[in-house]
C-alpha cells in the first residue's frame, strides 16, 4: 500500500467517524452509516468506487497511531458483520491478514488486539471453505496459539477475543485432525493449564476466560470423528469438566455441562471390549470400568444441576437457564432426548433447524460470532449453507384451509413440547422445595 494515498485517504472515510473516541454507542452508529453508504454503492458506483472505501481503511491499519487503527478496524468488523462481502475481499484478505496480525503483536490497545482477533474471525467466516480460509488459519494459528500460551490472566478480554478467534478461524480453515488437534490442545491448555517454567507455577484465569475455552474447544471438537481418535486421551477431559460442574461459576458450570453432553452423543466415552470369555482379559477393560464410574458420576452431578436451589455461589442470575440446560442433557443421556431450536431465516430460506448437540453447539457459537449480522449471513453466506440444514415454508402454495391445518398440527407439537417442559421445571420446584423441608 503506497503512502501517498494514505496520507489523503483517512479524511474521506475515518473523518466521518471522529465521534469514535467518545463511546462505542456512537462508534458503532457512524460505522453503521459508512457501511450502508457502502451498501448502495454497490448498485450505484463502480467496483473502483467500492475498492476505494476498504482501500482507505486499509491505508489506516498502517497509522502509527493506535486510535486511528482502532477506528478502521472497528468499521471493518462492522462492515464484516453487516454484510457477506465476498466479492470484495478476495484479493484483498492477504493483506488484511498481514494488518490484522500487526495489530495483534503491537503493544497497543486491548480494545485493538481484540478488534484484530474479531476481524480475522469473520474475514475467515466471509471467505468460507477453501484456500482463503485456509490461508487464514495458517498465517494465524502460530500467534493465536503464542498469544494463548503467553496470556495474561489479567486481560481476560483479549484471552476471549483470542480463544474465539482461534477457535472459528480453525473450523473454516483446517483441513486434516491434524490441524484440528493442534488448535484443541492450545484451548485446552486454557481450560486445564499445566505447571510453567517455574515448578509449581500454574496460570489460573478468570472464569470468563475459562468459559469462554470451553465454549471454544466444544465448539472444535464437534468437527472431530469418535472413530479417528484415542479414547485414552478423553480420561483427562471428562475427569477435569467433571470437576468443572462444580465450579462457583455459573457460566462455566453451563459450558462444561454442554461439552459433556457433546462427548456423550459423540461416544468419546463409550469403550467397546469383547465380551467373550473372560472381559477381565480385555486390555481395554480398565478404561471402560473408568468410563461407566465416570458417566455414572457425571449423571448424577447433571441431575443436581438441574435441580439447584441456587446456593452455589452469590449470583442467582441465569439460575433458570441452568436448570433448563441441564434438565436437557440429563433428558438426552437418560432417553435420548435431542436438544431442538429453529431460527427464521427468510420467507425464500424459510428456517433454519437444528436438532443434535453438535448442532446446536455450532449455531450458538457462530451466532454470538456474528452478532448482528448473523440473520444477513445465514441469507447470503454459502458457508452456513454448508453447516446448517435450511428448511423451505412447508405452507408455501397450500390453500388457506391446509395451512390451518398444518399450523394447528404445528401447534399441537410446540403443546406437547411445553407441557413436558411445564412438568419438568414443576418437578424440578417441587424437589427443591421437599430439599427445604427436610
Known amino acids: 500500500m503506497g503512502g501517498n494515498r494514505r496520507k489523503t485517504g483517512n479524511k474521506s472515510v475515518l473523518n466521518q467517524t471522529d465521534q469514535l473516541d467518545t463511546s462505542d454507542t456512537d462508534s458503532m452508529s457512524s460505522c453503521s452509516t459508512a457501511v450502508s453508504e457502502l451498501t448502495l454503492d454497490q448498485t450505484t458506483e463502480t467496483t ?27 468499521m471493518l468488523v462492522d462492515s464484516f458483520e453487516s454484510f457477506v462481502l465476498l466479492p470484495l475481499l478476495e484479493n484483498k484478505s492477504a493483506t488484511l491478514v498481514h494488518l490484522f496480525l500487526g495489530s495483534l503483536k503491537k503493544k497497543g490497545s486491548v480494545k485493538e488486539s481484540s478488534l484484530a482477533c474479531k476481524a480475522i474471525g469473520l474475514l475467515a467466516v466471509t471467505l468460507g471453505v477453501g484456500p482463503g480460509g485456509m490461508e487464514i488459519m495458517k498465517e494465524t494459528m502460530p500467534e493465536l496459539s503464542r498469544s494463548l500460551a503467553a496470556g495474561n490472566v489479567n486481560d481476560f478480554s483479549m484471552m476471549v ?23 484443541l490442545k492450545a484451548i485446552w491448555d486454557v481450560i486445564h493449564p499445566k505447571s510453567g517454567s517455574k515448578v509449581g507455577t500454574v496460570k489460573k484465569f478468570k472464569p470468563p476466560v475459562i468459559a469462554a475455552a470451553i465454549n471454544a474447544w466444544t465448539f ?14 478423553w480420561k483427562d477431559h471428562i475427569s477435569h469438566l467433571s470437576t468443572l460442574l462444580d465450579s462457583e461459576d455459573r457460566a462455566v458450570r453451563m459450558a462444561a455441562g454442554e461439552a459433556i453432553a457433546l462427548l456423550f452423543e459423540m461416544k468419546f466415552l463409550d469403550i467397546s471390549i469383547n465380551h467373550e ?13 473408568y468410563m461407566q464410574a465416570m458417566k455414572a458420576k457425571v449423571t448424577a452431578q447433571i441431575a443436581a444441576l438441574s435441580n439447584e436451589a441456587g446456593g452455589k455461589g452469590t449470583e442467582k442470575k441465569n439460575l433458570s437457564d441452568q436448570r433448563d440446560l441441564f434438565q436437557k442433557i440429563l433428558d438426552y443421556i437418560k432417553d435420548g432426548w435431542s436438544p431442538e431450536e429453529s431460527v427464521k431465516v427468510s420467507a425464500k430460506l424459510g428456517i433454519l433447524r437444528v436438532s443434535s448437540w453438535s448442532e446446536l453447539i455450532q449455531l450458538n457459537f457462530i451466532k454470538r460470532h456474528l452478532g448482528k449480522g448473523f440473520l444477513k449471513h445465514a441469507q447470503d453466506n454459502s458457508l452456513m449453507h454448508e453447516i446448517f440444514h435450511f428448511e423451505s415454508n412447508k405452507t408455501e402454495g397450500l390453500s388457506t384451509q391446509a395451512k ?9 407439537g410446540r403443546a406437547l413440547k411445553l407441557n413436558k417442559d411445564r412438568k419438568n421445571a414443576q418437578e424440578r420446584k417441587q424437589s427443591i422445595l421437599n430439599e427445604q423441608d427436610s
Not at 470369555?277 to 470400568?289: A, H, M, N, T, V
Not at 390451518?404 to 399441537?412: A, L, M
Open 48 to 74: 473502483t468506487s467500492k475498492d476505494s472505501f476498504f482501500d482507505e481503511l486499509i491505508d489506516s491499519l498502517y497509522e502509527k497511531r493506535g486510535s486511528t487503527r482502532e477506528k478502521a478496524l472497528l
Open 404 to 412: 390451518k391445518i398444518y399450523r394447528s398440527e404445528e401447534e399441537k
Open 220 to 233: 472444535l471438537l464437534t468437527t472431530i470423528n469418535s472413530w479417528r481418535t484415542n479414547p485414552e486421551i
Open 277 to 289: 470369555g473372560q472381559i477381565e482379559k480385555d486390555p481395554k477393560y480398565p478404561l471402560f470400568l
Open 161 to 183: 477475543a483470542v480463544l474465539d478467534c482461534l477457535a472459528i478461524v480453525t473450523f473454516v480453515g483446517a483441513n486434516d485432525l491434524e490441524e484440528t488437534q493442534v488448535a
